[in-house]
């Protein structure tokens, strides 16, 4: 019996099962101070894409006839990632129109800083920059179609910018672009550049956050081409014609948002002032200037059902469609309606009607629009 006892102690002495001994070996704390082992950085690339379709009815006015449709607004396939630490890329092609959107290698090798290179939307103000797939009111806002574009929401050039933390609630943005101005998918043949830029303040208190951004662009453009499509002055031919519209820019903006979990608000001012010449031949040119303004409010209500009404309200004195003047007269429009998503902003409805109250020649007439949308 005394045998017996000390051989089984000899053999507890030894130590436990191993698959006890494992649970406890693995159960151990780190060392103090000891650094994770690096994990080698893997490519990634992720496809997406939002299919936006819509039907819209206008109230034509008199003499000409009412019109209807069912159109695809945007149905656009795309691809983005990092192939390397801080090198990544972001490509969009939009079926419905069969052009290219967004096409730009991005780079992330300063704290809040990005860089883009390609094809972008230019910074100006609020509504020029925020995704489609998120603005509420169908149609964008005068101004911001007729002055925070330039030729197009998208130009193609270099992109910088950045979000830095100030303090507490506070932060601060910033962003530059230098773009060619002929808009998206376009070689630019002038040797002047367009610059975009907007500087803004972020507050975020309470779940609320509430921004402040002024914007600035400036550039020289061709107005049209006149009557042969061609440069006929600072341009490319001599046996051109010379009837050319130029003009430089000089747009300045300011906008506010405000978010919070019930509702939403953006307001947007806008000014342009334009110097446009007229060439008829190499040394006779009509100089005009012009100066483009307007506003806009817009609010969408937020509620646990996720749905909500839609408003906003614009006013505008906007260039004439030669581009040499400013029309006489306002363009006026309100915007009523509201939304409803399944999946927020990924799977929506959505209804605007926008009532046209510009003055008579301007007025295009009352739209009904139904739109529906799917992210993917």
Do not use: C
Not at 65 to 81: I, Q
Not at 169 to 176: D, F, G, I, K, W
Not at 197 to 202: F, K
Not at 309 to 333: K, M, Q
Request: charged residues 20%; proline residues 6%; glycine residues 10%.
């Amino acid at each position: 019996m005394l045998g017996t006892t000390l051989l089984l102690a000899t053999l507890l002495a030894q130590g436990e099962p191993a698959s006890t001994a494992g649970a406890a070996k693995a159960a151990d704390p780190q060392p103090a101070g000891a650094k994770p082992t690096p994990q080698p950085f893997a490519p990634k690339v992720n496809p997406y894409g939002f299919i936006d379709f819509q039907y819209s009815a206008t109230d034509v006015p008199f003499p000409k006839p009412n019109v209807n449709t069912f159109e695809f607004r945007r149905a656009r396939l795309g691809m983005k990632g990092e192939v390397f630490e801080g090198f990544g890329f972001n490509l969009v092609f939009d079926a419905a129109d069969v052009s290219m959107k967004d096409a730009y290698l991005s780079l992330k090798y300063l704290p809040g800083v990005e860089l883009r290179i390609g094809q972008f939307k230019t910074p100006f103000g609020y509504e020029q920059v925020e995704a489609d797939t998120r603005l509420l009111w169908v149609y964008n806002s005068f101004i911001v179609a007729a002055m925070a574009r330039g030729r197009d929401s998208r130009d193609l050039g270099v992109l910088a910018m950045g979000r830095w933390k100030v303090g507490g609630p506070v932060a601060v943005e910033a962003s530059l672009a230098g773009v060619n101005g002929a808009g998206p998918n376009v070689k630019d043949d002038l040797n002047e550049k367009n610059a975009w830029a907007r500087a803004g303040a972020v507050v975020t208190v309470a779940g609320t956050t509430s921004k402040l951004g002024v914007s600035y662009g400036y550039g020289h453009q061709v107005a049209t081409t006149g009557t042969d499509a061609k440069f006929g002055v600072q341009g490319s031919g001599a046996t051109a014609t010379l009837d050319d519209t130029w003009f430089y820019f000089h747009a300045t903006g300011v906008d506010l948002t405000f978010d919070s979990p019930w509702v939403f608000v953006a307001a947007e001012w806008m000014q342009s002032r334009r110097h446009v010449t007229r060439y008829t031949n190499p040394t006779t040119a009509t100089r005009t200037d012009i100066i483009p303004q307007g506003w806009y409010l817009g609010a969408y209500g937020k509620t646990p059902w996720n749905l909500g009404p839609i408003f906003r309200t614009e006013r505008a004195h906007l260039p004439s469609s030669s581009g040499t003047a400013v029309n006489a007269g306002w363009n006026e429009r309100y915007t009523v309606g509201a939304y409803y998503d399944v999946i927020p902003v990924n799977a929506r409805f959505v209804l605007n009607y926008e009532f046209d109250e510009s003055a008579k020649p301007l007025r295009t007439g009352n739209r009904f629009i139904l739109f529906a949308q799917v992210i993917f």
